[in-house]
Every structure is written in structure tokens, then in C-alpha cells.
């Protein structure tokens, strides 16, 4: 089951890349549903660490999986966005954003 959710999930960010919008909103969908997903759906929070140091700065630089998917979904946002002007690139930028407060929730 997991290797056709990935396997859509490729095909969807090739279409997004390409400038596909229904493609690129399936894969930010799919994203957000990937967490819940895994567990079942059964969700159980946990409380945040609300400080912020040198040692989850240098923890959360070093978590390449997370670097790597953001800059993905940025270089889709940017796609979508064409980036013909300073403007479209604050917005893919303030896109990429939400999305990782999103996760983050």
C-alpha cells in the first residue's frame, strides 16, 4: 500500500512540477494526510518543546529527510507561482511556510 502512495506521490510532484495546479493540490494534501496516515489515524499528541536553543537548531538543520521535502515542495510552490515577479516568490515562500506550520499542528 505504502509503495503506490509513493509512487503517486512521485507522479503527482512530476505533474506539479510541470505546473499541473490539481496535482500540486493533491500532493500538499497527501502530505498533510502522510502523518496521520501512518499511525492509523489515531492520533495522540504529545506536548511541544516550547524553548528554542543551539542544540534543536542544530538537531532540526540535521534532519535531512525534512530539509530535503521542504525544498522540494518550495521548488513546486515555485512552479506554480511562475515567479515572474519579487512578489510570486514571497508568496511560494509564505506557501512553503504555512505548510510546515501545518505539519507542524
Known amino acids: 500500500m505504502w509503495l503506490v502512495a509513493s509512487i503517486a506521490r ?4 512530476a ?3 510541470r505546473g499541473v495546479r490539481w496535482a500540486y493540490v493533491a500532493f500538499l494534501v497527501l502530505g498533510l494526510l502522510y502523518f496521520p496516515a501512518k499511525v492509523g489515524f489515531r492520533l495522540d499528541p504529545h ?3 516550547l524553548t528554542f536553543g543551539v542544540r534543536l537548531a542544530v538537531h532540526s538543520l540535521t534532519n535531512f ?3 530535503i521535502l521542504f525544498a522540494l515542495g518550495f521548488v513546486l ?3 506554480q507561482f511562475r515567479l515572474t515577479r519579487r512578489a510570486d516568490f514571497a508568496w511560494a515562500a509564505l506557501v512553503t511556510l504555512a505548510l510546515g506550520a501545518a505539519v507542524e499542528v
Not at 10 to 13: F, H, P
Open 47 to 49: 506536548p511541544c518543546e
Open 15 to 17: 505533474f506539479a512540477l
Open 65 to 67: 529527510p525534512h530539509v
Open 77 to 79: 510552490t515555485c512552479a
Open 10 to 13: 512521485v507522479a503527482l510532484a
